[in-house]
């Protein structure tokens, strides 16, 4: 959903995520829709600005999101709120499970498939009867060989015949008696022993979201890192997902999921990624231990039959194309054996530890601050020292750039500066307004910008040091005869330069992530014109579109909606894909056509022009009838075998999966789990206390704490701060902002202080097995003790935006925090470790006498 | 060609290589790690030998190739995506032991 969107909700639940703190210019949709009526409401540990401005605030302690959603869900079903006739028709909700498949309520906590030894699931009984189910190809899809024993042959059940179903909902094993199940312990009593938020409060909350949701009302929830800084991250999203799904929020005005990202252009380095496990816009980077070992091989094992990601071929072999040019040829696979292969998670937190064991011997560090940032920051320091040199480019000094000079190991007296090893070089960047690009928003809103003034100096853009980078390499390669430097040399990279800093042309990237046809250079207008013959290069197809001709670059667009226009601005910018602004917007229309009602209309069938038409770009084919059904004797593919009431188009079955058979790592619906770390037991399953399949990678340095450590009674978390910029250092080096908040804090409930004797605005330390802080006490009723299982549980939260760099200065939070992974996307958990407090001082001297805080 | 340096490293590797497999399927981190430092150290002495001018054919370079792509596999063990690559760590581990033994 676009984030403009919002004010047409008429219900939004802002849930990990503090809206109004951390997305201030977001969050004007929210207050736009409270001013038409909307109903905000504010679940979080913490009570912040965007709980005051809720018109509900309800509290839940960290890591429990799941068992709040999962209540919702049940809740939901059992007083039959949801909306039958989108669910019925748009979702799996009636679809067979295999007969194999087991709950965690049968089975102490976990599902059906689970290897104890590897820690893994086996996907086998998850699936639809009969069916082999490719998940949608997506970011982390290559993280398992989901099929790649038989080159897709089991995918091709998909075109056989549709999912057995049951409408009636009473088959045993449809996806509904299923969730009935295993929701059924969630109830607003245990919803309140696991969260602590008060049932009768948690009861009226569920209410609310479902009374305006339905054919004439819509509500959205909104999250940030709140959810996904979890062991079961993703699971927590998938949660609200089944929600949304059941209450026909899901492509249609003012309803949706709405993902508030860290940064203005994170979800860009999500398309075209600097992720390490998946190529640009979201193809899946080939694998080594996979059936990869051929393009051939590697398009039949990884393309589904059925859906849209069928096309899948004519995105990889357009992006070869883009890559390598006149060296892609038929003949060598399109030049696919130049893409490296992966072996093995090379996410940050196993490269953090690669680099302490000295394997990575040197890393580029470009707009990051991972010695603030990363989690175990005196782990990553350890690491940074290992390396034999880094390149950090920022334009301010950063704890990265000058850990080997202040960082905790040295101030701590273990190691001296000289005793470190690596080769630092530390590179003026030029900031946002002196260069040229775009950015890509939480919307999939890609806005341009020029330069405004020229960087002072040496500074340069990252642009400019990445192509001069390239250029360099390539001519240090370019007479080797060495096959592995080939990938090197057949690469283009022949951006024109301009004026006397050889500044590369943005636009001529944005080009060629576009895409054009080979044989004439002629920009490509939408993606349905990519082949998968060689006859077109696109850098990334789901940015096809934004530059369709010469000289028009529909980022740059600049137009508003005016009064009686619809609201959807396609003239502001350019979303991806197709300038559509609404993801599976099919189904803002009933299944055959029509608007669910005049109030939250979208896109509808036009039966006298024959197509489908509305205030969005439609996410279906234009002509594709509402009635239009598979003819299963002809084995129908690609969107052949989706139906003309399938909106969910890059799913398989081109349904919204309630119930996910292929795809997630730990299980198929969302299950309470505490933490890698909690002071409780699991209420829920006690024999399964956390996720089974989280990543823990035990070394020294990284030691995790027990269940209910005595030591490390109390919850921890991190956030951030409206005048702190990320990792801070881009704010902290500023005087009007870094004396706004001038110093770490921690922020400690009245009555927790009261108990250790801490006093607002004392020292405290605050420690962990990784590692210790001190840092003053800010003594507020913004926190309050839980009540969990019985018993008190306080929580205490810390922002981690500080560093010794800058003129506000604190201490790094993260020298808390273990190095640990969720299961499906290697994501760290930085809202909910246990730890300990005390009042007063560190015992141990800072040997440079700067202590990070001012004194 | 004379013995490679950190050829001991190499055999330390292997040792812990040995140990990790006849433990699995359960994932032995500790010794993991001690391999991948072992194979590091091993890769280290062979690239600053070849930096000294030491390296004499592409055999030598084959070599330093071959070393990489075992600590490629020991990593992709170590921290794996989905199943864990066992059949190819076995493979992996007896190129380490061709490579220990011949160089």
Redesign the interface.
Known sequence: MALWDLANSDCIIEMGSNLAENHPVGFRFVVEAQRRGATVIHIDPRYTRTSALADIYAPIRSGSDIAFLGGMIRHILENDLWFRDFALAYTNISHIIEEGYGDPEQNEGLFSGY?P??G?YSQDTWQYAGKTVPSPVAEHR????ENSSDEGAAFESMTKSPPPQDPTLQHPNCVYQIMRRHYARYTPEMVERVTSCPKDLFVRITEIFARNSGREKTGAFTYAVGWTHHSTGVQIIRAASIIQGLLGNIGRPGGGIMALRGHVSIQGSTDIPTLY?MLPTYLPQP???HDHATVDRYLATETPPTGWWSNMPKYVISLLKAWYGEAATRENGWGYQFLPK?????SQE?MT??MS???VKGQFILGQNPAVGAVNSELVERGFANLEWMVVRDFAMTETANFWQQGHRVRKGEVRPEEIGTEMFFLPAAMPGEKDGSVTNTSRLVQWHDVVCEAPGDSRSDLWFIVHLGRRLKELYRDST?P?DRAIQALTWDYALRGEKQEPDAEAVLREINGQTVADGKQVADYRELKDDGSTACGGWMYCGIFPETGKNLSRSRRPDGPGESGAHLGWAWTWPLNRRTLYNRASADPAGKPWSERKKMIWWDEAQAKWTGNDVPDFLADKRPDYRPDWSKRPHGMDALGGDDPFIMEADGKCALFVPSGL?DGPLPTHYEPIESPVRNPLYPKQQRNPTAKL???PGNELHDTADPRFPYVFTTFRLTEMHCGGIATRVMPHTAELQPEAFVEISPELAASLRIRHLGWTVISTLRGEVEVRAMVTERLKPFRIDGREVHQIGMPWVYGWQGYARGDVANVLLAITGDANTSIHSTKAITCNIRPGRKARPDVLGQSEART | MSAAPGRESGHRALAALDIVLARK???D??RL?EA??EL??FR?AIIAEQRGGGVRSAND?QHL?HLNAV???V???????????WD?LQKARDWLSDLVRTS
Do not use: I, Y
Request: glycine share 8%; proline share 7%.
């Open positions: 290897d030894v590897a893994t290559v993280q398992s060989q496990n694998n080594v231990f992966l072996t093995g998670d090379a196993p530890m690669a064991d000295r394997v060495e592995k790592k990678w035990g070394r | 399927p359960e994932r981190d500790d790690s991948t430092a590091t150290k280290d370079r190739a600590l490629s596999v990593l992709g063990v170590h921290f794996p995506l989905g199943e864990t690559p190819e």
